[in-house]
Each structure stands twice: as structure tokens, then as C-alpha cells.
């Protein structure tokens, strides 16, 4: 795929020229704007993870109002990483859910952030535990039955302990048990509904020290990831969060295992 209007922006990086490790592509699904900060660390971090890691992402920003066409067109499901970012209220909710639903079902390495976390949390609980109706509250206010919700406290500009379950995704990449990060969102997901996803096989595998859930993952699929934190505000961008730079190395995994034509 080439860059064009139709398949977002191409970000720069730097070109992987040595043939050790492959070029990775991944898709930034989200409505781009310099005024979200978590946007404007992207070109920082790519260039990071690159010359610090070795990690070569090829970086397509594609709206949610184009990732739509673009999962129903497969061309979603030939990038090697899916990263839905923060930025909601999301110009096309069924953008951002057909992006996530790619990813998990092809195997797609997937990072989601706040907003990303949220949706994906939206997509498996209507997608496989069959809850067509539930919503998010900053999608549709006036929904009965809200999945996601506002939070009691905003987290805009916050930070907070995560802790970190034993032998969980988030652990290995993590590697600690317990960690600080920052937030930037007013929504979360809400209790009732919370039992459900995980009897269906979703891991609510980090949570704060009240006990709210604050990550996400897919145990058997390759690399499935959603925090409500943002780990892309990590530092100064010039070090990579360990979430960030795993799932980077899944992309680099997952370019390496592809066929060659």
C-alpha cells in the first residue's frame, strides 16, 4: 500500500536499509490533531524506536471515518500492527471498532490508549459477548445501558498506580508489578458489565489501587493490548514506554512471519 488521501498519512521514519530486521507497517487509527498531545509524540517515538531499538515502523495515520472502508476493503488486514489512539469523541465509532475487530481477529499485533482502550473493551463486549446494545457515554449520553461511562473523578491530567497481574501480557512487558502512569480521559468502563468480558475470555489484567480495571489484553492472541492510561506521554518521547516498544517489536514479529510474494 502506498500513501495516498484514501490511506492516511505516512509518517517519516527511518529506512530499515541493512535487511537484518524487516520494516514493519502499522496502522494509527485515529482523528488527527496537533492539539492532542499523545498525536504529536508519535513522530518522536517512531524515530526513537528506531535508532534507539532497531525497530523500523513504516506509520500510516488513517482517520476512523476512512478505517471503516478500509477494514471492509482488507487493506486494514495487511498491516502488521493496529494502534487506536486517543482523540475520542471519534468522528466514526464504527471506524474505530472495525479497526479493533481486524486486529483481533487476524492477529494483528494491537496497542489501544484511552480512547482505544475503551473501544476495545466496546467492540469485544458487542462482537463476542453479544451486548449489541451497550454504548459509550461520550458516543451516545442519553444510552440505557452504558459500557462505558463517565469516570467519578476525571483522569485529565493525572497520574496513578497500576498494579499489575502475576503472569499476565502486561506484566512481561512491563516488567514490574507495579507502575505510575499518566491519564487523560474522563471515561471508563463501568462494573456491571465487567463479568461478562471476562467470561468470555478477556483479561482485565491491571487495575488501580481502588481496584478499577486500567488494562486489557487477549490471552492466545499474539499481541492484544489496550490500557486507559497513556503510555505514549511516557517521559519526553525520547525514550519509548516498555508498551510502546513491545508493541513495536510485535509489529517487526509479526512483518518477519509474513509470506514473502
Given at each position: 500500500m502506498t500513501s495516498n488521501a484514501t490511506r492516511g498519512t505516512s509518517t517519516d521514519t527511518t529506512t530499515d536499509t541493512t535487511g537484518v530486521t524487516p520494516v514493519a507497517r502499522i496502522a494509527l487509527v485515529g482523528d488527527r490533531s496537533p492539539h492532542v498531545t499523545s498525536h504529536t509524540r508519535i513522530p518522536l517515538l517512531l524515530d526513537a524506536l528506531a535508532s534507539r531499538d532497531g525497530l523500523v515502523l513504516d506509520a500510516y495515520w488513517i482517520s476512523t471515518a476512512e478505517a471503516e472502508a478500509e477494514a471492509a476493503s482488507g487493506a486494514l488486514a495487511r498491516f502488521d500492527a493496529v494502534w487506536v489512539l486517543p482523540g475520542s469523541p471519534y468522528a466514526s465509532e464504527a471506524g474505530a471498532l472495525a479497526a479493533i475487530r481486524v486486529a483481533r481477529e487476524e492477529g494483528i499485533a494491537f496497542l489501544g490508549t484511552c480512547g482505544g482502550f475503551q473501544h476495545a473493551l466496546l467492540e469485544y463486549a458487542r462482537t463476542v459477548c453479544g451486548l449489541s446494545d451497550v454504548a459509550h457515554a461520550e458516543n451516545d449520553p442519553g444510552a440505557e445501558d452504558l459500557l462505558i461511562g463517565p469516570l467519578a473523578c476525571s483522569l485529565v491530567g493525572h497520574e496513578?498506580?497500576?498494579?499489575?497481574?502475576?503472569?499476565?501480557?502486561?506484566?512481561?512487558?512491563?516488567?514490574?508489578?507495579?507502575?505510575?502512569?499518566?491519564?487523560?480521559?474522563?471515561?471508563?468502563?463501568?462494573?456491571?458489565?465487567?463479568?461478562?468480558?471476562?467470561?468470555?475470555?478477556?483479561?482485565?489484567?491491571?487495575?488501580?489501587?481502588?481496584?478499577?480495571?486500567?488494562?486489557?489484553?487477549?490471552?492466545?492472541?499474539?499481541?492484544?493490548?489496550?490500557?486507559?492510561?497513556?503510555?505514549?506521554?511516557?517521559?519526553?518521547?525520547?525514550?519509548?514506554?516498555?508498551?510502546?516498544?513491545?508493541l513495536a517489536a510485535a509489529a517487526v514479529a509479526h512483518a518477519a512471519a509474513a509470506p514473502t510474494a
Open positions: 496513578g498506580v497500576v498494579r499489575v497481574e502475576s503472569g499476565s501480557l502486561a506484566e512481561s512487558v512491563l516488567g514490574v508489578e507495579r507502575t505510575t502512569e499518566r491519564y487523560h480521559c474522563n471515561y471508563g468502563p463501568a462494573p456491571r458489565h465487567l463479568p461478562a468480558l471476562t467470561a468470555h475470555g478477556l483479561r482485565l489484567s491491571g487495575h488501580d489501587e481502588d481496584g478499577q480495571p486500567r488494562i486489557a489484553e487477549l490471552p492466545g492472541h499474539p499481541f492484544f493490548l489496550a490500557t486507559l492510561f497513556q503510555p505514549e506521554l511516557h517521559g519526553d518521547g525520547s525514550r519509548p514506554h516498555p508498551i510502546v516498544r513491545a
